[in-house]
Antibody, heavy 120, light 106 residues
Framework: QVQLVQSGAEVKRPGASVRVSCKAS????????LHWVRQAPGQGLEWMGV????????TYAQTFQGRVTMTRDTSTRTVYMELSSLRSEDTAVYYC?????????????WGQGTLVTVYS | DIQMTQSPSSLSASVGDRVTITCRAS??????LAWFQQKPGKAPKSLIY???SLQSGVPSKFSGSGSGTDFTLTISSLQPEDFATYYC?????????FGQGTRVEI
């Protein structure tokens, strides 16, 4: 069965970086784009960016340009999202989710979420 | 960026009610519109993609319609498990953007 399993919760100081992982299983890893979406406490959903596991190419939301880096390791079927220069506003649950593309179902599977807490 | 505006922001309803949520895009997005349901402490769940296509396993009481800039999500007969927050999302052009959410409560 399809699974996206994320790494555990993180607590970071302002100015630090965090790396969240998302390990995929149950499907052909390179067939689906992996997206990252975050949700601050009590707030809505915010799209952060996407990585193509085949080529490694990425597209990021302008909000995060210069602070976010998405990478992948095809040997372990894992994608990573690193966010740097953390501030308190980055406290959120971070989700990975997948999309095949075109007219296929959007975001049919999600990771369980990773809580990142930034506090001084 | 394309702005997605949902209305209402919240609504109160009863079991058995028919509920409609609307989503308006600030520019045309063809049919690249999805709807998600989210319950507290859980990841979002996909309900509808391509404006009107039902995600596999989602009951047919959920339906979506619209194209261009105006879209709706309808729940034909509200059940207790449907009380949640609903989000629309456009995926026509980057950055993909979500509506602010509609909370459906008793």
């Amino acid at each position: 069965q399809v699974q996206l399993v994320q790494s555990g919760a993180e607590v970071k100081r302002p100015g630090a970086s965090v790396r969240v992982s998302c390990k995929a299983s149950g499907y052909t890893f390179t067939n689906y784009y992996l997206h990252w979406v975050r949700q601050a406490p009590g707030q809505g959903l915010e799209w952060m960016g996407v990585i193509d596991p085949t080529s490694g190419s990425t597209t990021y939301a302008q909000t995060f340009q210069g602070r976010v880096t998405m990478t992948r390791d095809t040997s372990t079927r894992t994608v990573y999202m690193e966010l740097s220069s953390l501030r308190s506003e980055d406290t959120a649950v971070y989700y990975c989710t997948r999309y095949y593309g075109g007219d296929s179902p959007l975001f049919d599977y999600w990771g369980q979420g990773t809580l990142v807490t930034v506090y001084s | 960026d394309i702005q997605m505006t949902q209305s209402p922001s919240s609504l109160s309803a009863s079991v058995g009610d028919r509920v409609t949520i609307t989503c308006r895009a600030s520019q045309g997005i063809s049919n690249y519109l999805a709807w998600f349901q989210q319950k507290p402490g859980k990841a979002p769940k996909s309900l509808i993609y391509a404006a009107s296509s039902l995600q596999s396993g989602v009951p047919s009481k959920f339906s979506g319609s619209g194209s261009g800039t105006d879209f709706t999500l309808t729940i034909s007969s509200l059940q207790p498990e449907d009380f949640a927050t609903y989000y629309c999302q456009q995926y026509n052009s980057y950055p993909w953007t979500f509506g602010q959410g509609t909370r459906v409560e008793i």
